[in-house]
């Protein structure tokens, strides 16, 4: 049974950072793709980052140059370093990840950025 957990979330201000971490279980062989959706209230939910096995990370337009994701494939996790927060980052994020076929989620850590 696949699992995702999520760590990291919280309170922070704008323009300050905060580090997302997911680790997956119930995962033998390599995950195609990791990522980061986030779902704002009352907007739909969005990917934020994702990486592929062996590729090159891709971003929202929205968090270019101010997020950053990377995997560890022996530790079967991946991160996502949130700098220059801003309030429109508000959400809850997800963890995703892309295995044998199927969309695996968990269940969402809350990142709230307020003065």
Known sequence: ????????GGLVQPGG???????????IFSISVMGWYRQAPGK????????????S?????SVK??????????????????????????????CNILFHGMNYWGKGTLVTVSS
């Open 65 to 94: 140059g101010r997020f950053t994701i990377s995997r560890d494939n022996a530790k079967k996790s991946v991160a996502l370093q949130m700098n220059s927060l801003k309030a429109e980052d508000t959400a809850v994020y997800y």
């Open 1 to 8: 049974q696949v699992q995702l957990v999520e760590s990291g």
């Open 44 to 55: 739909e939910r969005e990917l934020v980052a994702a990486i592929p096995d062996g590729g």
């Open 57 to 61: 990370a891709s971003y929202a337009d």
């Open 17 to 27: 950072s905060l580090r997302l971490s997911c680790a997956a279980s119930g995962v």
